[in-house]
């Protein structure tokens, strides 16, 4: 199998859990501040969307350029701050849209990921503090990140 599709099969199986997880929640619960720390499982993917749209708008010219974009210091200057405008500019959002456009991000991130191609995704060491694969960054990047807050509205989910 090709690292794209490992790649890809990896992200659906951590996506497909948490999505069959949020199909039985009453929009109520999606949308209840509190459930997940301080935000509602709505704001959990609200957060997860910003940082994997960030990663889709960035990879391309990084991966060209080698440098680190601007945004990346300004997230980790004041990750919380950062967090907290991601998850204000989607809170108009109703549950469902907003699942629609966490979906959304993931088959953008996609597209990014098959236009690098194969060679990209298995360059090793693609920037300085990224010692490994660029596919092995992703997984991690991207499928870590999500994998934490998935264990943590999983958790909220069978509280209820």
Do not use: Y
């Not at 301080?38 to 990663?55: C, D, R, Y």
């Not at 966490?102 to 236009?115: D, G, K, P």
């Amino acid at each position: 199998m090709s690292t794209l599709t490992n790649l890809f099969e990896a992200l659906s199986q951590e996506r497909a859990i948490l999505l069959d997880t949020l199909k039985s929640l009453p929009d109520a619960l999606l949308d209840q501040k509190g459930v997940v720390g301080e935000w509602s499982i709505k704001n959990v993917l609200a957060h997860l969307t910003g940082w994997e749209s960030v990663v889709t708008h960035f990879l391309p010219e990084r991966l060209a350029s080698g440098i680190r974009p601007e945004i990346l210091s300004g997230i980790g200057a004041d990750e919380d701050a950062w967090n907290a405008q991601q998850v204000a500019s989607r809170e108009q959002l109703t549950p469902k849209e907003q699942l629609d456009e966490f979906e959304q991000t993931r088959q953008a991130l996609f597209q990014v990921l098959s236009n690098v191609g194969e060679e990209a995704l298995n360059r090793q060491h693609p920037w300085p503090e990224w010692e490994g694969p660029l596919a092995t960054c992703m997984l991690e990047e991207i499928g870590g990140h999500e994998r934490e807050h998935c264990k943590a509205v999983l958790a909220a989910a069978q509280r209820r």
